[in-house]
């Protein structure tokens, strides 16, 4: 049978972390594809690697395009329908992908699990259940609804790592450079990820929860979340980002809601003036529609 999901392991600078990440992505209970994407790894990764050539895609890229362009490179590798990015630094339970896979159907946009924090020094268990989803819900299938209001009144940022994606919203939420509009918030590697999440409640009916936990997230010192943690203004930087992508998604949802807002921006497309012209006054006047820009477009 043709395999359904491919597990992509974005990697840099982590041979110490990254064959116990893809051994976790082998032991899985259903066959996956797994695709590693190196991009200017200086450390002995490509050496690590070799030990799993036959079993794996290795895509080596010398120089270091960013975070979300090791994302989309492995994604687009994908020959399957879902796709799992799973990072370097985490490990997997061998019933990840069976049981995040089972609650897939064609009316369900993402299914994503809770998670494990583990210490990968000493292997330690600092918290068994980050999310504490058993509290709340039971495995199964839940309204979109329920995950905007996760996503945005209770502010809770599930990992990619804890998701199973259909491959199509992955590839449309990872943007390789900023935002089309400043929304007060930047940080490196940050944001594609809430995207992800995002996308599917405007395409989809439902998404999937399984209450038990299926990923352990690794703590230790050089995650991005870990040394922000500890510093203050990283913190707030973050959270920042984190908050722009927020009002971006709030701004698309009003596009793709409102059926006045796209005619009206559709409208000045018949213009007679070079196409990135007439993109940004279009954008520009959208934003004005829906009170987010003040000024005059002219």
């Excluded at 159907?105 to 299914?111: L, P, R």
């Excluded at 058993?134 to 990619?160: A, C, H, I």
């Amino acid at each position: 049978m043709q395999n359904k999901v491919t597990i992509v392991i974005p990697t840099f600078n982590r041979a110490c972390y990254v064959g116990k990440t893809i051994e976790s992505a082998l032991n899985q209970t259903v066959p996956c594809d797994i695709v590693v994407c190196d991009h200017g790894s200086s450390d002995n990764t490509p050496e690590v690697i070799k030990k799993y050539e036959d079993k794996i895609k290795y895509i080596r890229r010398e120089r270091n395009f960013g975070p979300h362009f090791g994302w989309l490179e492995g994604v687009l590798h994908a020959e399957t329908e879902f796709v799992h990015i799973h990072f370097d630094d985490d490990l997997m339970d061998p019933a990840f992908i069976e049981k995040t896979l089972n609650l897939m159907s064609d009316e369900v946009g993402m299914v994503f699990s809770d998670a494990v924090l583990f210490n990968v020094q000493n292997h330690d268990i600092l918290n068994p259940n980050i999310f504490k989803f058993k509290d709340r819900f039971k495995t199964g299938l839940y309204d979109v609804s329920v995950l905007e209001y996760l996503l945005l009144d209770k502010r809770l940022m599930f990992s990619p790592a804890m998701c199973l994606y259909r491959k199509k919203e992955v590839i449309d939420a990872i943007l390789t450079g900023d935002l089309p509009v400043d929304f007060g918030g930047k940080y490196h590697g940050v944001g594609s990820d809430l995207l992800m999440n995002f996308l599917p409640i405007l395409r989809y009916k439902k998404f999937g929860i399984v209450t038990d936990s299926l990923t352990w997230f690794g703590w230790h010192d050089g995650s991005i979340t870990i040394d922000a943690s500890k510093d203050p203004e990283k913190q707030k930087k973050l959270e920042n980002a984190y908050n722009a992508y927020r009002k971006y998604y709030k701004l698309i949802k009003l596009y793709v809601k409102d059926k006045n807002i796209q005619r009206e921006v559709g409208y000045l497309s018949v213009r007679k003036m070079p196409l990135y012209k007439k993109i940004e006054r279009n954008f520009k006047l959208f934003l004005k529609a829906i009170g987010l820009r003040k000024k005059e477009v002219k």
